[in-house]
DNA sequence: ATGGCACGCATGGCGTGA
């Protein structure tokens, strides 16, 4: 089973891309975030073609989450079910084959002293909650998407210069770790453990991409019994450079099941 | 030290992203 995350920023913009990218490589499973289209403009007739069967939730402008699976989900659950504001444009879990895939835009914060930094964290403990309610560490899930944290120094470009930056500061860390301490181990720093690979650079800076100033933000998990299965992984870089791209790019892990 | 580019939109500027 091969898995690839995209932060498309935009699916709307990057459907050359996206279609490209499915023809291409051929993943029986690919999850999109900031697909920034609500679910009555999403761009449906565009992506048949590919043959995908598509799970997707959006709201105008902003956010949004798609599954698209090479075979239909056997179920599909929209954001959190705590009682609380669902989110569901940011969280979106699939049933596949009997895994569970579990699609996240975790909010990106602004500044560490911003209400919506606060709400980041507050997220990824709620999140760790939605695990224990809904998974298992024995049995076979994965989590992936846009987590908006560099959970390592060697995961950006500078990091003594971004220990202030909502994705690299320590409570943030702290936060992606003790979620993914639940029983999630990240396949890619499995298979590559001291290799520097980013899947982010921002499109401010131009020279960013040249330079290979950018972060690793984008991450595929694994619950131990799949990730031991896991015998591929790779960030596409790619696509970064393709015309009119996102400032992210592809994910992607397969796994021997 | 600062800002830079891209996207969507009740669009000639703003909120958001990271």
Redesign the pocket.
């Given at each position: 089973m091969k898995i690839a995350t995209f932060?498309a920023?935009?699916?709307?913009?990057?459907l050359p891309i996206v279609l490209a990218w499915l023809e291409q490589h051929k993943p029986d499973v690919l999850c999109l975030?900031?697909t920034?289209?609500?679910d009555s403009?999403f761009p449906l007739l565009a992506l048949t073609p590919s043959g995908y069967h598509i799970t997707f939730r959006g709201m105008?402008?902003?956010?949004g989450v798609a599954t698209l699976s090479r075979h239909k989900p056997e179920a599909v659950f929209y954001g959190f079910d705590d009682g609380e504001e669902p989110d569901d444009s940011r969280l979106l879990r699939v049933i596949i084959g009997g895994i569970p895939i579990i699609n996240t835009?975790?909010?990106?914060?602004?500044?560490i002293d911003s209400p919506?930094y606060a709400y980041k964290l507050a997220w990824y403990k709620r999140l760790r909650t939605y695990f224990e309610k809904h998974l298992s560490p024995q049995t076979p899930a994965i989590w992936c998407g846009?987590m908006?944290v560099?959970p390592r120094p060697m995961d950006v470009h500078g990091p003594e210069k971004h220990l202030n930056?909502?994705?690299y500061h320590e409570a943030a860390r702290k936060a992606y770790e003790q979620t993914a301490a639940w029983g999630f181990e990240d396949v890619f720093v499995k298979l590559y453990p001291t290799r520097q690979q980013f899947t982010?650079w921002?499109?401010?800076?131009?020279s960013?991409l040249a330079a290979n100033k950018g972060?690793r933000?984008d991450h595929m998990m694994a619950t131990a019994p799949l990730a031991e299965k896991c015998v591929k992984a790779d960030v596409d870089v790619e696509p970064r450079r393709a015309k009119?791209?996102?400032?992210?790019t592809f994910l992607w892990a397969e796994f021997s099941i």
């Open positions: 932060n920023n935009s699916v709307r913009k990057r975030q900031e920034k289209v609500q403009e105008k402008s902003y956010n835009y975790v909010p990106q914060g602004f500044e919506k846009d908006n560099a930056h909502v994705c982010f921002d499109y401010r800076a131009p960013s972060w933000i009119d791209p996102s400032d992210h």
